[in-house]
């Protein structure tokens, strides 16, 4: 992330939003004006040319300079991203934004028609639903829910002590505490049914979860099945350092970390151009890796 990832942002998060904006903007597309902002955001001219000020002044110091030719404010050559990452992935999310955005789009001449984001199926859950297992997982109480899964079609009733929820990439799922199985375990959000019911408070909450609070690094590296000429094309793709990249993650993620990879969990495919990636570090990765 940046300079500000470990510490609380200073400032409102509409702001914070106003300002990633700024930095994208301006360093893909090279040039940012008050109107930019005006037509994103519905704010007048002097809270835009406000905003902007604000950025230059406290949040990135040396990024902007104002180019009269351009009629606008364009990247330093000292540019360094304070509140992005800097990725041309948060410019390309920001084109293919969602279809309310894109009167926005046209308005700042940006040619959408030249970026296409799949979208996945929402799955989608009730206010009535994650209210109250926001308020568990905040309060460490006991939750007394009905849930659905493959193995139980029917509702079964069961007890849970939420702590944290999670976006896999795919969907959204709630860690906790399982009274049924002795255990702590995922639960997909899209799963549960009627009103769950807040009870009183557990001796189990996320400090007792061992598999959330020990990290692990997954190294994935091209399957050394390939050809000399075809791995440098995977490590470059991935942007591997030394013919690896090391993502480091909570060990009860690896799962999920390797099915936003296509990794399968078992042994390679037998193509080896199917995969192209493999787990370096597999046997370590053992005890997560079917979750």
Not at 116 to 143: G, H, N, W, Y
Not at 176 to 205: Q, T
Not at 247 to 259: E, F, G, K, N
Request: hydrophobic fraction near 40%; proline fraction near 7%; charged fraction near 25%.
């Amino acid at each position: 992330m940046t300079s500000h990832q470990d510490a609380k942002w200073p400032f409102r998060w509409d702001l914070l939003l106003r300002y990633r904006f700024i930095e994208t903007l301006v360093l893909w597309e090279g040039r940012l004006t008050t109107r930019h902002l005006c037509d994103t955001f519905g704010i007048g001219r002097q809270q835009a040319s406000k905003d902007i000020n604000n950025y230059i002044r406290e949040v990135g110091p040396g990024n902007l300079e104002y180019d009269k030719y351009l009629k606008g404010y364009k990247p330093t050559v000292q540019f360094k991203p304070q509140v992005t990452q800097g990725l041309a992935d948060e410019y390309l999310h920001l084109m293919a934004r969602n279809n309310e955005l894109m009167n926005v789009f046209e308005s700042l001449s940006l040619n959408v028609a030249n970026v296409e984001v799949l979208s996945l199926p929402v799955r989608d859950v009730k206010p009535e639903v994650l209210r109250p297992i926001m308020q568990a997982a905040r309060q460490q109480r006991r939750l007394d829910v009905d849930y659905v899964s493959l193995n139980h079609p029917d509702r079964e009733g069961r007890i849970i002590v939420p702590h944290t929820l999670v976006y896999s990439g795919l969907r959204w799922h709630v860690r906790a505490w399982c009274e049924k199985n002795s255990a702590y375990r995922d639960f997909v959000l899209s799963r549960f049914r009627d009103i769950p019911d807040i009870m009183d408070e557990s001796e189990h909450g996320a400090a007792q979860d061992t598999e959330w609070h020990t990290q692990v690094v997954v190294r994935i590296t091209p399957d050394p099945r390939l050809s000399p000429e075809q791995r440098e094309v995977v490590e470059v793709d991935y942007g591997m350092v030394d013919g690896v990249l090391a993502i480091p993650t909570r060990a009860r993620l690896v799962p999920y970390v390797l099915q936003l990879l296509h990794i399968e969990p078992g042994e390679p495919a037998e193509d080896p151009t199917a995969q192209q990636i493999v787990v370096e570090n597999r046997e370590a990765l053992a005890p997560w890796l079917f979750g």
